[in-house]
């Protein structure tokens, strides 16, 4: 074939979009065969709503082939100037042990993995986020924590909220904040405090007694670096039936009296310099810790110890009853993809470094901090914290010191101090700081010829003995002490516990994750790849805006081809979830109604079928959510929606619609809703969840909606993390763009200067937007909408042939379904008591991942294949689905008992089969269902998990060391 073919031609068929798209020419005839259809196209035809199609591919490049790709970005991370940070503010350098660099975050067995719904194939990040939660409590000091929040700032925004539930002064609307907490984090909470309607006062943290408050939050140590005693403070607010939260930094928790026991009733934070890189501002994971008496009021996942059929120990996410999808807008909070992947390299940091590990790193920190404020005091420049972990501040011009030149001769030095307040500088150490490096900021804050010697100045400190920290808040307590953080110490061991926990976990490594929704496709290694960049991963997020020259460049170019893709005028890439997207969309709907003079406009109209997230943020924004009837066949119920919309008309605030619907259909009235709620003064926020069966054919712009949030780590092909990251940046159309978040510390655009912040950082998660980037210029303008093509013919190939066995619940006036596709199985149950727990379970004897079950409708299956599953994959699945159908029917039949099938006892283990086996089923019909669930075995390392139990027991902390002994 090469003579007959161009240069160009052969290059062009090199391109990555055949790398991405499982099904390769072949298979698809194959698939359009069954389904009945000439051609891909022809089958988009009949599916996508002509009235909505665009005429044109996306204005966006062409694709690129991976080197190519590469080397492009490469040129633009090399416009980033990576100097020494000292910034600190809760960002700080870290060392990423390679151990965990390597087989954590740049590994898919725990990168591809999606939260642990489905938890007996998923004891191995379970038991890392058990290990977690145990890291936070031990150093905070309190009974209780979460599985990860996004950051610390929208953390503390999570404290106040639960004050607010959980406080006795029912009376009080006020919450109090100290004003050393750090200014990104109130600004943040402020935002938060102006939706839910509290007032707020900000002040020096012993102001907080003066006022009748329902809850109070304090930064230890300070924001200056100063470390004060709050145990007092704390009582006294507690007294007055105040809630008191603390943000704290965790490598100081390593020497100083923890929070819990300076009596805090929740302890927040972030566990980035727990070996996470900064990476201009995320991902990390933030901690959220408290008593047992609020464990009700956690936001976010926590996980929990249960037990399974055999009663032995097992993990699974505890309360899942509290997740949005039950309580709706009454959730705690909208958290649904959190952290969790930055948890478990924050837990792992602890398990390979363990306490004793953790107190050399972070006395090594107190000392470097204690020398460079020795030597600088001797030099008559001392620092205005006496008391301090990390952090000194200098008031440079009561000193008599020009800021402007110690500045400059840090940047003449690559380095990069905390500016923000007039007239002083502070600076924060890190484990990455050096000897040369305490030199180095002795040269910018003196000058150079001091004479100091660090050397020198060690030794006085060891010979005198250190004051900084307190005497009273010295830490006496221990940590850390169950033995997982006391074994895997050399690199051996530590590596054998990490793959030990990865082979417990089903990840899209081993099989395909049809998880309805959540669109588990490709996630191409060459897009992880500059992940883990230095010019990408150490960039503190506050660095001065001309150091950060590449991350603006990639920012915009994927902010310009998210414009063009979604039919948007503008983009905020700052919120750093779907939800916190919503969040963010609704905040700006609400400021333009505000605009207007609408500010009553407050009634949010959602449809039954919506995700669990969009009744919670609406919540959050203060707005009365009115719930839409959903009709037979699952679409919007117009004549309900006309009424409940005019009915409403004078204080419509929006709809929250999700599209294609969570049905899986491309309702055919999508732009008759809009101008409905349009018509009657509301706004249109369109989920875009979905846009894996929107992008290049249709668009949230084009349909008629006003702002959407987009799931990067759906349909831009940022992995899940096993629970997290995420990115959610929100469209809007022009008129919402001077509504859109900005951030106290580094201006995002002009026009919206001064608005509030929904995230810590400016750009959220900046650090996985590359994998986003790369996602695009790999696939380009043509792939990208390929990707939409095969999403939808690989559904519709998986409705096809699993039609001819179970129900398929809707369709489209065709028949046919968008990208996804739900499947009922309560004719099963009503017939065979077999229920879709069976037989999400059973998948796993057969090497699969169940699909999203129960949502959006009780009693089913939400599959979603995506583009990335070969025909082959998808063939496997079928041919489980069909031999699970089969054994339902001898369940049904009466062949096998209703009580002891291989439905009912499964998931089989290896524990199973090496016990007494005298079940009226073979051994190999257990574990070996088909061939190829034989050939490529996963075996769940726990029988199914007993839930109800575990929510009654609670327990969300490692088991207690005299267990390990039995
Ligand atoms: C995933 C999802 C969300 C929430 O997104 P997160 O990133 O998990 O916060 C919202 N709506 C729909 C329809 C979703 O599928």
């Known amino acids: ?128 986020l058990l ?406 991963a150490n960039m503190h997020p506050f660095a001065p805006v001309d150091q950060a020259v590449g991350y603006k460049k990639m920012i915009d170019e994927l902010g310009d081809w998210l414009v063009e893709l979604t039919g948007y005028d503008n983009i905020s890439m700052q919120p750093n979830s779907g939800a916190q997207g919503e969040y963010a969309g609704l905040i700006a709907i609400h400021k333009y109604h505000e605009s207007r003079g609408d500010s009553h406009r407050n009634i949010c109209l959602i449809p039954s079928s919506a995700h669990g997230t969009n009744p919670a943020s609406a919540q959050m924004v203060g707005m009365k959510v009115v719930v839409v009837d959903c009709d037979k066949q699952g679409n919007v119920d117009m004549d309900d929606l006309r009424a409940k919309a005019t009915e409403m008309a004078d204080n419509l605030s929006c709809i929250m619609i999700t599209y294609p619907s969570t049905h899986g259909v491309y309702e055919t009235t999508i732009a008759e809703i809009c101008n409905i709620v349009h018509d009657n003064g509301g706004q249109v926020y369109l989920d875009g969840a979905n846009m894996n069966a929107q992008v290049g054919l249709t668009s949230p712009g084009h349909i008629g909606a006003d702002v959407s949030h987009l799931n990067l780590h759906k349909t831009f092909a940022i992995p899940h993390g096993g629970g997290g990251p995420g990115m959610g940046p929100i469209g809007v159309k022009a008129h919402l763009a001077p509504f859109l978040p900005d951030h106290a510390l580094i201006n995002v655009n002009e026009e919206t200067a001064g608005n509030g912040a929904v995230s810590a950082a400016p750009y959220g998660s900046a650090g996985i937007l590359c994998i986003s980037y790369l ?23 998986l409705a096809h042939k699993l039609g001819q066995h179970y129900p398929i619940l809707y369709s489209g006036a065709n028949g046919r379904v968008a990208h996804e596709c739900i499947i009922d199985l309560r004719p099963i149950k009503a017939e065979t008591g077999v229920t879709e727990v069976d037989m999400a379970k059973r998948l796993m004897d057969y090497g699969f991942h169940a699909p999203t079950m129960s949502f959006p409708v009780a009693g089913t299956f939400m599959i979603e294949p995506t583009e990335s599953e070969s025909k082959v994959e998808l063939d496997r699945f079928i041919e489980a689905m069909v031999s699970i159908r089969n054994e339902v029917t001898k369940v049904g039949s009466g062949e096998w008992a209703a009580d002891n099938n291989p439905l009912h006892n499964a998931p089989h283990t290896l524990a199973d089969i090496t016990d007494t086996w005298d079940r009226p089923y073979s051994i190999a019909q257990a574990v070996f269902p088909v061939p190829a669930a034989a050939a490529n075995k996963f075996w769940p390392t726990v029988n199914r998990i007993d839930d109800v139990y575990g929510d009654r027991n609670l327990i969300c902390s490692c088991p207690a060391v005299d267990t390990y002994k039995d």
């Not at 074939?1 to 698809?28: C, W």
């Not at 081993?510 to 588990?520: D, K, N, Q, R």
């Not at 996602?775 to 190939?797: F, P, Q, S």
Request: with cysteine.
């Open 775 to 797: 996602y695009v210029a790999l696939l380009g303008k043509k792939g990208v909408t390929d990707a939409t093509k095969y999403a939808i013919t690989n559904a519709n190939y």
């Open 131 to 536: 290990n977690y939660q145990q890291m936070c409590i031990d150093l905070t000091g309190l009974d209780l924590a979460s599985a990860s929040l996004l950051d610390e700032g929208t953390a503390a925004a999570e404290a106040m909220a639960l004050a607010k539930r959980v406080s006795k002064n029912k009376k009080s609307n006020l919450f109090f904040v100290a004003d050393d907490v750090y200014p990104q984090t109130i600004d943040l909470v402020k935002q938060r405090a102006d939706m839910f309607g509290f007032d707020l006062v900000i002040a020096p943290a012993a102001d907080a007694v003066n006022h009748d408050v329902f809850g109070a939050l304090l930064q230890y140590p300070g924001a200056t670096g100063e470390i004060t005693d709050i145990k007092g403070l704390i009582k006294d607010l507690q007294a007055k039936k105040g809630v008191v939260a603390v943000a704290a930094d965790i490598m100081s928790l390593v020497m100083l009296k923890s929070p819990g026991e300076l009596g805090a009733d929740a302890v927040i934070g972030s566990t980035q310099r727990f070996g996470v890189p900064m990476g201009y501002g995320g991902p990390h994971a933030a901690f959220f810790t408290t008593s047992d008496k609020h464990k009700r009021s956690l936001p976010g996942r926590i996980i929990g110890v249960s037990k399974d059929t055999r009663g032995n120990a097992a993990l699974r996410m505890a309360m899942q009853t509290r997740e949005q999808h039950i309580r709706r807008e009454k959730a705690n909070s909208n958290i649904c993809t959190a952290q969790v992947l930055l948890a478990n390299m924050a837990a792992f940091y602890a398990v390979y470094h363990g306490p004793e590990g953790l107190k050399v790193i972070a006395n090594r920190i107190h000392r470097l901090a204690d020398i460079l404020a020795a030597g600088t005091t001797a030099k008559g420049l001392t620092p205005v914290n006496s008391t301090f972990f990390d952090t000194l501040t200098f008031d440079l011009s009561s000193q008599g010191k020009n800021k402007d030149e110690v500045v400059a001769r840090a940047l003449a030095n690559n380095a990069n101090l905390r500016t923000d307040v007039d007239g002083q500088v502070a600076i924060s150490l890190d484990e990455t700081t050096t000897r040369d490096d305490i030199n180095t900021l002795f040269n910018i804050l003196l000058g150079e010829g001091h004479g100091l010697d660090v050397d020198e100045l060690d030794a006085q400190i060891v010979a005198n003995g250190s004051t900084s920290i307190p005497a009273e808040l010295v830490r006496e307590s221990e940590f850390l002490t169950h033995p997982v953080f006391n074994s895997y110490h050399s690199e051996t061991e530590m590596l054998r516990y990490i793959k030990k926990l990865e082979n417990k976990d089903l990840a899209l490594n081993h099989s395909m994750i049809s998880l309805g929704s959540c669109t588990m496709k490709l996630n191409a290694t060459a897009q992880m790849i500059p992940v883990s960049w230095p010019e990408f």
């Open 1 to 128: 074939m090469s003579n007959a073919n161009s240069l160009e031609q052969l290059e062009q068929k090199q391109d990555f979009i055949r790398r991405h798209i499982g099904p390769d020419a072949a298979q698809t005839q194959e698939m359009l065969n069954d389904i009945g259809v000439e051609s891909v196209d022809a089958l988009i035809n009949e599916i996508v709503p002509a009235d909505i199609r665009l005429a044109d591919l996306p204005a966006i490049e062409e694709s690129k082939t991976e080197v190519q790709a590469l080397a492009d970005l490469k040129a633009v991370a090399n416009l980033n100037k990576v100097n020494d940070t000292y910034i600190g503010l809760g960002y700080f350098g870290t060392l990423t042990p390679n151990v965990i660099l390597r087989n954590v975050l740049e590994n898919p067995g725990w990168y591809t993995a999606y939260t642990p719904y489905q938890p007996e194939i998923a004891q191995g990040r379970l038991e890392s």
